[in-house]
Protein backbone atom coordinates (compact mmCIF):
# COMPACT_ATOMS: atom_id res chain seq x y z
CA UNK A 1 0.00 0.00 0.00
CA UNK A 2 1.43 3.37 -1.03
CA UNK A 3 0.08 6.76 0.09
CA UNK A 4 0.45 10.02 -1.53
CA UNK A 5 -0.03 13.51 -0.34
CA UNK A 6 0.48 16.36 -2.94
CA UNK A 7 1.12 19.79 -2.01
CA UNK A 8 2.47 23.13 -3.61
CA UNK A 9 -0.97 24.22 -5.39
CA UNK A 10 -2.36 27.46 -5.61
CA UNK A 11 -2.89 30.77 -7.77
CA UNK A 12 -0.67 32.25 -10.20
CA UNK A 13 -0.91 34.79 -12.79
CA UNK A 14 -0.52 33.71 -16.52
CA UNK A 15 3.23 33.19 -17.36
CA UNK A 16 4.27 32.24 -13.89
CA UNK A 17 5.81 29.48 -12.73
CA UNK A 18 4.72 26.82 -9.36
CA UNK A 19 5.87 23.72 -7.92
CA UNK A 20 3.50 20.63 -6.92
CA UNK A 21 5.14 17.85 -4.59
CA UNK A 22 4.06 14.74 -3.99
CA UNK A 23 5.14 12.99 -0.71
CA UNK A 24 5.04 9.00 -0.96
CA UNK A 25 4.52 6.96 2.00
CA UNK A 26 4.28 3.06 2.47
CA UNK A 27 5.72 0.22 4.13
CA UNK A 28 8.62 -1.24 2.43
CA UNK A 29 8.40 1.19 -0.19
CA UNK A 30 11.60 1.93 -2.51
CA UNK A 31 10.36 5.15 -3.33
CA UNK A 32 12.62 5.32 -6.86
CA UNK A 33 11.58 1.72 -7.85
CA UNK A 34 8.05 3.43 -8.22
CA UNK A 35 6.47 4.26 -11.07
CA UNK A 36 4.86 7.41 -10.84
CA UNK A 37 2.86 10.12 -13.02
CA UNK A 38 1.15 13.32 -12.27
CA UNK A 39 -2.48 13.92 -13.94
CA UNK A 40 -5.00 16.85 -13.88
CA UNK A 41 -8.45 17.30 -13.67
CA UNK A 42 -9.87 20.44 -15.08
CA UNK A 43 -13.31 21.36 -14.29
CA UNK A 44 -16.17 19.41 -16.57
CA UNK A 45 -13.37 17.40 -18.62
CA UNK A 46 -11.93 14.56 -18.08
CA UNK A 47 -8.32 13.50 -16.45
CA UNK A 48 -5.51 14.32 -18.43
CA UNK A 49 -2.06 12.83 -18.65
CA UNK A 50 0.40 15.54 -17.91
CA UNK A 51 3.99 13.55 -17.24
CA UNK A 52 5.04 10.22 -16.12
CA UNK A 53 8.40 8.85 -14.70
CA UNK A 54 9.94 5.69 -14.68
CA UNK A 55 12.17 3.41 -12.31
CA UNK A 56 15.25 5.20 -11.52
CA UNK A 57 13.79 8.05 -13.40
CA UNK A 58 13.80 6.80 -16.78
CA UNK A 59 10.87 6.83 -19.15
CA UNK A 60 10.00 9.94 -18.53
CA UNK A 61 7.20 11.12 -20.69
CA UNK A 62 5.18 14.28 -21.37
CA UNK A 63 1.68 15.17 -22.25
CA UNK A 64 2.38 17.17 -25.73
CA UNK A 65 1.24 20.97 -24.52
CA UNK A 66 3.01 20.59 -20.86
CA UNK A 67 6.58 19.31 -23.31
CA UNK A 68 8.93 21.96 -22.44
CA UNK A 69 6.75 23.71 -19.96
CA UNK A 70 6.88 21.44 -17.18
CA UNK A 71 9.40 19.05 -15.79
CA UNK A 72 9.02 16.04 -13.58
CA UNK A 73 11.45 14.73 -11.19
CA UNK A 74 11.93 13.33 -7.52
CA UNK A 75 14.07 13.52 -4.79
CA UNK A 76 14.34 9.67 -3.13
CA UNK A 77 16.43 10.93 -0.46
CA UNK A 78 12.82 12.84 0.04
CA UNK A 79 10.02 10.41 -1.56
CA UNK A 80 9.12 13.18 -2.82
CA UNK A 81 7.66 13.62 -6.61
CA UNK A 82 7.90 17.24 -8.03
CA UNK A 83 5.96 19.08 -11.16
CA UNK A 84 7.58 22.09 -12.06
CA UNK A 85 5.16 24.40 -14.39
CA UNK A 86 6.47 27.02 -16.25
CA UNK A 87 4.44 29.61 -18.55
CA UNK A 88 1.60 28.73 -17.39
CA UNK A 89 -1.59 29.15 -19.38
CA UNK A 90 -5.15 29.58 -17.58
CA UNK A 91 -5.81 26.41 -19.68
CA UNK A 92 -3.28 24.77 -16.75
CA UNK A 93 -6.21 25.90 -14.15
CA UNK A 94 -7.28 22.18 -12.54
CA UNK A 95 -6.78 19.72 -9.74
CA UNK A 96 -3.18 18.25 -9.75
CA UNK A 97 -3.21 14.51 -8.85
CA UNK A 98 -0.22 12.01 -8.35
CA UNK A 99 -0.38 9.14 -9.00
CA UNK A 100 1.89 5.64 -8.37
CA UNK A 101 2.42 1.85 -8.84
CA UNK A 102 1.71 1.69 -12.58
CA UNK A 103 3.03 0.97 -15.87
CA UNK A 104 6.41 3.06 -15.94
CA UNK A 105 6.28 5.71 -18.15
CA UNK A 106 2.67 5.54 -18.76
CA UNK A 107 -0.18 8.11 -19.38
CA UNK A 108 -2.45 6.48 -19.19
CA UNK A 109 -4.97 6.91 -15.57
CA UNK A 110 -6.50 3.15 -15.39
CA UNK A 111 -2.84 2.16 -15.61
CA UNK A 112 -2.04 3.70 -11.87
CA UNK A 113 -3.23 2.03 -8.63
CA UNK A 114 -2.78 4.73 -6.45
CA UNK A 115 -3.61 8.31 -5.93
CA UNK A 116 -3.11 11.19 -3.84
CA UNK A 117 -6.38 13.38 -2.95
CA UNK A 118 -4.99 16.33 -5.40
CA UNK A 119 -4.31 19.68 -4.93
CA UNK A 120 -5.67 23.25 -7.02
CA UNK A 121 -3.71 24.78 -9.40
CA UNK A 122 -5.18 28.14 -10.68
CA UNK A 123 -4.27 30.54 -13.39
CA UNK A 124 -5.87 33.71 -13.81
CA UNK A 125 -5.27 35.58 -17.01
Known amino acids: QVQLVESGGGSVQAGGSLRVSCLASGHGLTFKNLCMAWFRQAPGRAYEGVAAIGVSDTAITYADSMRGRFTISRDSAKNTLHLQMNSLKPEDTAVYYC????????????????WGQGTQVTVSS
Open 99 to 114: AAGGACGSLDRGRYRY
